[in-house]
Nanobody, 114 residues
Framework: QVQFVESGGGLVQPGGSLRLSCVAS????????MGWYRQAPGKQRELVAG???????KYVSSVKGRFTISRDNAKNTMYLQMNSLKPEDTAVYYC????????WGQGTQVTVSS
């Protein structure tokens, strides 16, 4: 089963930026639609950004215009560029297929706070 490893999270002030990375244990990004998900404390995990095999992207309304999903198939890596971060973006961020295809990784914590 493919495994994903997320990284790039951290503590950032409101208005700041972070770039998350998701590395796959084998080449899958050119085969499957993928997504970035997040889970905030006390809330359900939600899909925030998705990218199809044809590079068509989609975003939840709360991040449109601020987040950008992309991937580098040669590096088996997917990215989430997050700009203009808000406290409500605080969550653990995960990558997985869209729809969810494999077990969840450990995720990467993003905390937006002054």
């Amino acid at each position: 089963q493919v495994q994903f490893v997320e990284s790039g999270g951290g503590l950032v002030q409101p208005g700041g930026s972070l770039r998350l990375s998701c590395v796959a244990s084998r080449a899958v990004f050119s085969i499957y639609a993928m997504g970035w998900y997040r889970q905030a404390p006390g809330k359900q995990r939600e899909l925030v950004a998705g990218i199809a095999t044809g590079d068509r992207t989609k975003y939840v309304s709360s991040v449109k215009g601020r987040f950008t999903i992309s991937r580098d198939n040669a590096k088996n890596t997917m990215y989430l560029q997050m700009n203009s971060l808000k406290p409500e973006d605080t969550a653990v961020y995960y990558c997985n297929g869209d729809p969810v295809a494999v077990s969840w990784g450990q995720g990467t914590q993003v905390t937006v706070s002054s």
